[in-house]
């Protein structure tokens, strides 16, 4: 079966490295054969499909190029006498139904990883209908996924497939219960992620309980001048902004919290890596978290109670608690901290939590069950 992907891949994230990833693996067990229309493509990742043979097309990140090379796209898709067409993210979700279902009339695959979740715009509102309503199969990465395109977007729940995301194994399996204090957050540095709960957890640790807890913020965003100036202002020497890092799991080993407080997250790649490190994972619980952390036995999870108003947050969030569409609200950082005290006093539940955290995500999400899912999930779209 011959696949033509469209998606950006102009950035290195977590669903940009899981693509990568998953043409390796086709590759490597001669399971389809790809070809990639890049919306933008960096020079880590040409490097790596040309590594691989993976013939490309770049058309850049520009959404105005998308029209003027819409011919250089059909002779592409045409010329490689593709079978089916693979769109990721709204953009390449957007291209790969309209190339495949009205003009080419190929096979279409459409991948949701929690794009959805932002949309505002109406035009942006008509276009996620667009292509949920003409793609032939819709994957999602978390139920929360497949529930906002249903609840939202009108999606036949009966062409959409949950496959959750996966990730890398450690180098060691070491289960050290008694790892020092220390909080690592990892995400992009935005509202979205509400990093900002993480300084404040530390600043109350250290102010109202004497405790001072290390913490490594690691990721780049918009917000991180903010985060720098509030922690100057509180005098948190014991915190390190340290953007982008190359090896996360080099920052999760010694740690011995992961602080999640997102108030959107689809999935949560790093929830399942630090589960895989031996972290235990402290998180909101919206969305698609409570698919990947069982309170109280793989993590602990908060309700967010503090409501928030911003124009650049979703309109709305998934809580699978009630199975409802709902405004988006922050954790309360007290919440945070009492647990923190709870654990560090109970050697017991943190030894408890950390076992299970590591069977859980060995079990269903490594990596290498995401491919075979994945892979069966294609095969399957068009027997």
Same mark, same amino acid.
């Given at each position: 079966?011959?696949?033509?992907?469209?998606?950006?891949?102009?950035?290195?994230?977590?669903?940009?490295?899981?693509?990568?990833?998953?043409? @390796?693996?086709?590759? $490597?067990?001669? #399971?389809?054969?790809?070809?990639?229309?890049?919306?933008?493509?960096?020079?880590?990742?040409?490097?790596?499909?040309?590594?691989?043979?993976?013939?490309?097309?770049?058309?850049?990140?520009? %959404?105005?190029?998308?029209?003027?090379?819409?011919?250089?796209?059909?002779?592409?898709?045409?010329?490689?006498?593709?079978?089916?067409?693979?769109?990721?993210?709204? *953009?390449?979700?957007?291209?790969?139904?309209?190339?495949?279902?009205?003009?080419? #009339?190929?096979?279409?695959?459409?991948?949701?990883?929690?794009?959805?979740?932002?949309?505002?715009?109406?035009?942006?509102?008509?276009?996620?209908?667009?292509?949920?309503?003409?793609?032939?199969?819709?994957?999602?990465?978390?139920?929360? *996924? %497949?529930?906002?395109?249903?609840? $939202?977007?009108?999606?036949?729940?009966?062409?959409?497939?949950?496959?959750?995301?996966?990730?890398?194994?450690?180098?060691?399996?070491?289960?050290?219960?008694?790892?020092?204090?220390?909080?690592?957050?990892?995400?992009?540095?935005?509202?979205?992620? *509400?990093?900002?709960?993480?300084?404040?957890? !530390?600043? !109350?640790?250290? %102010?109202?309980?004497?405790?001072?807890?290390?913490?490594?913020?690691?990721?780049?965003?918009?917000?991180? $001048?903010?985060?720098? &100036?509030?922690?100057?202002?509180?005098?948190?020497?014991?915190?390190?902004?340290?953007?982008?890092?190359?090896? @996360?799991?080099?920052?999760?080993?010694?740690?011995?919290?992961?602080?999640?407080?997102?108030?959107?997250?689809?999935?949560?790649?790093?929830?399942?890596?630090?589960?895989?490190?031996?972290? !235990?994972?402290?998180?909101?619980?919206?969305?698609?978290?409570?698919?990947?952390? #069982?309170?109280?036995?793989?993590?602990?999870?908060?309700?967010?109670?503090?409501?928030?108003?911003?124009?650049?947050?979703?309109?709305?969030?998934?809580?699978?608690?009630?199975? *409802?569409?709902?405004?988006?609200?922050?954790?309360?950082?007290?919440?945070? @901290?009492?647990?923190?005290?709870?654990?560090?006093?109970?050697?017991?539940?943190?030894?408890?939590?950390?076992? &299970?955290?590591? #069977?859980?995500?060995?079990?269903?999400?490594?990596? &290498?069950?995401?491919?075979?899912?994945?892979?069966?999930?294609?095969?399957?779209?068009? %027997?």
């Amino acid at each position: 079966m011959k696949i033509v992907h469209i998606l950006p891949l102009y950035k290195r994230a977590g669903a940009e490295v899981l693509f990568i990833n998953n043409l @390796v693996n086709h590759n $490597k067990n001669n #399971k389809f054969e790809n070809y990639v229309i890049g919306l933008g493509i960096s020079e880590e990742f040409k490097f790596l499909l040309q590594d691989q043979n993976i013939k490309y097309i770049d058309i850049g990140k520009n %959404k105005k190029q998308y029209i003027p090379n819409l011919f250089k796209i059909l002779n592409f898709i045409k010329s490689n006498k593709a079978d089916v067409i693979y769109g990721q993210n709204l *953009s390449g979700n957007i291209l790969a139904t309209f190339l495949g279902k009205f003009m080419l #009339k190929k096979k279409v695959i459409c991948h949701e990883r929690g794009g959805a979740w932002l949309i505002r715009k109406p035009v942006s509102k008509i276009l996620v209908k667009f292509w949920v309503l003409f793609s032939d199969k819709i994957f999602c990465n978390s139920n929360a *996924s %497949k529930r906002i395109l249903e609840l $939202k977007y009108g999606a036949d729940k009966n062409k959409i497939k949950i496959i959750h995301n996966g990730a890398y194994m450690p180098n060691s399996t070491v289960k050290d219960v008694n790892k020092k204090k220390k909080i690592v957050f990892v995400g992009r540095l935005e509202k979205l992620k *509400s990093p900002a709960t993480v300084i404040e957890v !530390i600043n !109350i640790l250290k %102010k109202e309980h004497g405790i001072k807890y290390e913490c490594d913020i690691i990721g780049d965003g918009p917000l991180k $001048k903010e985060l720098e &100036s509030l922690k100057n202002s509180y005098e948190l020497d014991n915190i390190r902004l340290l953007g982008s890092v190359n090896n @996360v799991k080099d920052y999760l080993e010694d740690a011995r919290y992961m602080i999640l407080p997102s108030i959107r997250e689809p999935f949560g790649n790093v929830l399942v890596e630090s589960a895989l490190n031996n972290v !235990i994972p402290l998180a909101t619980k919206i969305d698609g978290i409570p698919e990947v952390v #069982k309170d109280g036995e793989t993590g602990i999870l908060f309700e967010p109670q503090i409501a928030i108003y911003d124009k650049d947050l979703p309109e709305v969030v998934y809580n699978p608690m009630t199975d *409802s569409l709902v405004k988006p609200m922050e954790i309360d950082p007290y919440l945070i @901290v009492r647990e923190i005290l709870n654990l560090d006093s109970n050697f017991l539940k943190r030894e408890a939590i950390i076992q &299970s955290g590591y #069977k859980r995500a060995y079990e269903n999400f490594t990596i &290498s069950s995401y491919n075979e899912r994945l892979n069966y999930a294609i095969e399957q779209c068009f %027997k």
